[in-house]
């Protein structure tokens, strides 16, 4: 059925296209950078949000013409196994659904990212949106203090797990996103997208939550890590993020699996990120 002001071609069903990609040294040194990381020894697994890589190349294609005001509403990832530096997966993705939400609409892909012998490594369900009845000038957005239960989460008690904190710079972003000019990186970009400032990419802001998840975890994260998260506020180069978690205790539908909550905010209480995630030891 389409949508009121639709263009472009997505459809549910549409698969996307496949696209190989290289795990290599730049792109996971970009990662580090990005994020003002050390880089690893050889013994740490490929971060699991850099296998957005194969994702991002192909995101375009899933969606409409006219992509106006582009920002993550969702994302969930499953993990199978840790990457391997040097190795090389495919990445396929499909439009799975279309559907509007207030002023905007909606693109929900679904994004396997496989190795050589076509096993899973892991597996991505995005919601991306749009403002279809607009195709220049800035973009409404809400006021982050007008939005109910946005600003103030309500953390679940529990133990804490490791936060990760970083004032995120235009340099960083561009690091990132491996000095590609697009609207988190180049505000020309962005002000084309309906935006005032450069957009921090949501990739940047999920990554941070990751980092916490990467070391709470361990090993089990990249085996069998699972993450729901939703993206409730826009980070704009110089905002300081937080992001930490707690931990719930065990899954409600498996017992073995831990689950976690995670958050990523900035120093005005400000969310920008919640998340649920769990992982089996």
Not at 17 to 35: H, I, N, P, T
Not at 111 to 122: K, M, P, S
Request: proline share 7%; with cysteine.
């Amino acid at each position: 059925m389409p949508v009121p002001g639709w263009t472009g071609d997505p459809y549910p069903g549409k698969k996307v296209g496949a696209v190989d990609f290289s795990v290599d040294e730049k792109m996971v040194g970009d990662y580090y950078a990005g994020l003002q990381l050390p880089a690893p020894g050889d013994e740490r697994p490929v971060p699991s949000m850099a296998l957005s890589q194969g994702e991002n190349m192909l995101s375009q294609l899933g969606h409409p013409e006219n992509n106006h005001g582009n920002l993550w509403l969702r994302q969930a990832w499953d993990f199978f196994r840790p990457a391997a530096v040097g190795e090389t997966l495919q990445a396929t993705t499909t439009v799975l659904d279309i559907f509007p939400r207030r002023a905007r609409s909606i693109v929900l892909t679904e994004t396997d990212i496989t190795d050589a012998n076509g096993d899973l490594v892991a597996q991505s369900h995005h919601h991306q949106s749009f403002v279809p009845t607009q195709s220049e000038g800035m973009v409404p957005l809400t006021d982050p203090s007008q939005k109910a239960g946005a600003r103030i989460y309500e953390r679940p008690s529990g133990d804490p797990m490791p936060t990760f904190e970083r004032t995120i710079s235009l340099e960083m972003c561009g690091q990132f996103f491996h000095g590609d000019k697009n609207y988190h990186t180049d505000l020309q970009a962005s002000n084309a997208l309906g935006f005032e400032e450069v957009v921090v990419g949501g990739w940047m802001t999920i990554s941070a939550a990751s980092e916490v998840l990467q070391e709470h975890f361990g090993e089990a994260w990249f085996r069998n890590g699972r993450l729901a998260c939703k993206f409730t506020n826009i980070v704009w180069p110089g905002d300081t993020i937080r992001a930490g978690g707690v931990t719930t205790g065990p899954h409600s539908d498996d017992s073995s699996r831990e689950s976690v909550a995670v958050w990523v905010e900035k120093p005005d209480g400000t969310t920008v990120l919640t998340a649920t995630a769990s992982a089996r030891r």
